[in-house]
């Protein structure tokens, strides 16, 4: 069974660019997660998506960061315009419903740098 | 806001030695996860342990999750170079359903 894959692997855009990141959660995965690692810091919660539906996006940094889920399959997660700040690690996580909904699992993350 | 703390943040430690890492917080959870990260690859998903008092085992890695389920730690017996990461934890539920709180992490480094 094929894991959470995220793509690209690695950004580097310039301020004010826009960047879109995608995550592929396992197949049958109503859950689905971002995480946020910036340098020193720990992981951060950004949103978790049931299915289609936002169920928290108590993370969400500001309105710069757009995510979606159509379908309820893969997500994107797009950073308009991009700033110095959001450069970090972007995990997506997945994970099934009811009682296994804390077994999250991990994509390898995006790297994104923002010079 | 939910914090954890995790410590040591950094351990440097010869094969064979016994080592713990400790995960607290002030607050209530209802799991609590251990990842180990290597580099450039995200958490790999450790064990969840969910009861008060629970206590599992994975090879020579323990791991017990507080009575009032607000704290947990790791016991890594007899430790080998292949331990070497970076270790987290991370608590569920509680007063946010579904995200995980963070600890910032142990990097571990065990030397042969």
């Known amino acids: 069974e094929a894991g959470v894959t995220q793509f690209p692997s690695h950004s580097v855009i310039e301020k004010g660019q826009t960047v879109t990141l995608r995550c592929d959660p396992i197949?049958?995965?109503?859950?689905l997660y971002w995480y946020r690692r910036v340098m020193g810091k720990e992981i951060k919660f950004l949103l978790h998506?049931?299915?289609?539906?936002?169920?928290?996006e108590s993370g969400m940094p500001n309105n710069r960061f757009l995510a979606e889920r159509t379908g309820g399959t893969y997500s994107t997660l797009k950073v308009q315009p991009a700033e110095l700040e959001d450069s970090g690690v972007y995990f997506c996580?997945?994970?099934?419903?009811?009682?296994?909904?804390?077994?999250?699992?991990f994509g390898p993350g995006t790297r994104l740098t923002v010079t | 806001t939910q914090l954890l703390e995790q410590s040591p943040q950094f351990l440097s430690i010869q094969e064979g030695e016994n080592l713990t890492v400790y995960c607290n917080s002030s607050?209530?959870?209802?799991?609590l996860q251990w990842y180990r990260q290597e580099p450039g690859e995200g958490p790999v998903l450790l064990v969840t342990?969910?009861?008060?008092?629970e206590v599992k085992k994975l090879k020579r890695l323990t791991f017990q999750f507080g009575d009032a389920r607000k704290d947990s730690s790791l016991h890594i017996t007899a430790a080998q170079p292949g331990d070497t990461g970076l270790y987290l934890c991370?608590?569920?539920?509680?007063?946010?359903?579904?995200?995980?709180?963070f600890g910032q992490g142990t990097i571990l480094t065990v030397h042969p």
């Open positions: 996580a997945s994970s099934l419903g009811g009682t296994f909904t804390y077994e999250q699992y």
């Open positions: 197949s049958g995965h109503d859950n």
């Open positions: 998506f049931v299915k289609e539906s936002k169920q928290d």
């Open positions: 607050s209530v959870f209802s799991s």
């Open positions: 342990v969910v009861t008060g008092g």
């Open positions: 991370a608590g569920g539920g509680g007063t946010s359903y579904g995200k995980l709180t």
